[in-house]
């Protein structure tokens, strides 16, 4: 298995920004060499945070297709759809250039998550294979960790095949949101785990110490080039 690393920053603002840096130089190395790249953003304070000091940084955003690891089953607009907060801290920022593949809308006509999440995989057209879709994957934590809709002892969890699922009676509301699945996560050159507070301690060690994916999601979100937890000192607390 691929090394797992973390590192430890003074505070949430240094986590981000390093964060973002190491996301910034991933990219442009792999425009340098294939021409374009592929990024997916997270959700939460911390993932919103990251989002935001990524807006400075020396990328060729034209270059770039953007992704949402998951995203609330909610229409269009509402505060809780994770793209929102990304527009603010991101994305409006970057006008036109990067492309942006945005998860479907809740409709009064299209009110079914699982079709609707069908769909949306469809329309992204993934090669099958194991070669990446994401570049770089920025993933924040739940306390129970869960990363992206992917929480412990769920369908979702336990999916080996879709890239993509729907999910309902989600345990944190909303209780309808689309994810993409840990066998997408996996399908990352670099993972980055962005985690901060005390509450977080028990999964990022859980997640370093490679426990099952099952139990503690987080623990299955591994990159075929590298995995990185950055982590603020109160959720780098459990670990030796
Ligand atoms: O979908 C959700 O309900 C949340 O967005 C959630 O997945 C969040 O990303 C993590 O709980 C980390 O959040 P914090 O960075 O705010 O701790």
């Not at 034209?62 to 929102?84: C, K, L, Q, S, Y």
């Not at 990363?147 to 909303?174: L, N, Y």
């Not at 993972?191 to 994916?213: F, Q």
């Amino acid at each position: 298995m691929p090394h797992i690393r973390h590192v430890v920053h003074t505070d949430t603002d240094a986590l981000a920004a390093a964060a973002a840096r190491t996301v910034a130089e991933c990219l442009t190395e792999r425009i340098d060499a294939a021409g374009q790249a592929t990024l997916a953003l997270t959700g939460g304070s911390v993932g919103i945070k990251t989002a935001a000091a990524l807006a400075g940084s020396p990328v060729d955003w034209e270059r770039v297709t953007i992704f949402f690891g998951d995203e609330r089953f909610v229409p269009a607009g509402h505060p809780e759809r994770n793209d929102g907060q990304l527009d603010e801290a991101l994305l409006d920022s970057l006008g036109d250039r990067p492309t942006v593949h945005r998860w479907p809308a809740r409709t009064a006509e299209d009110s079914d998550v699982d079709s609707a999440a069908a769909r949306f995989l469809e329309s992204l057209d993934i090669p099958g294979g194991d070669d990446p879709i994401f570049d770089v994957t920025i993933l924040g934590m739940g306390p129970e960790g869960h990363i992206d809709s992917i929480f412990p002892h769920t369908p979702a969890v336990a999916e080996t095949e879709r890239m993509v699922v729907g999910v309902r009676e989600c345990p944190k509301p909303p209780a309808e949101r689309m994810t993409f699945t840990l066998p997408a996560v996996r399908r990352s050159r670099h993972v980055l785990v962005v985690a901060a507070g005390e509450g977080k301690a028990e999964a990022v060690a859980r997640g370093l110490g490679g426990a099952d994916p099952t139990e503690w999601p987080v623990a299955g979100a591994v990159g075929s080039e590298s995995t990185t937890y950055h982590l603020d000192e109160g959720a780098a607390s459990a670990l030796n």
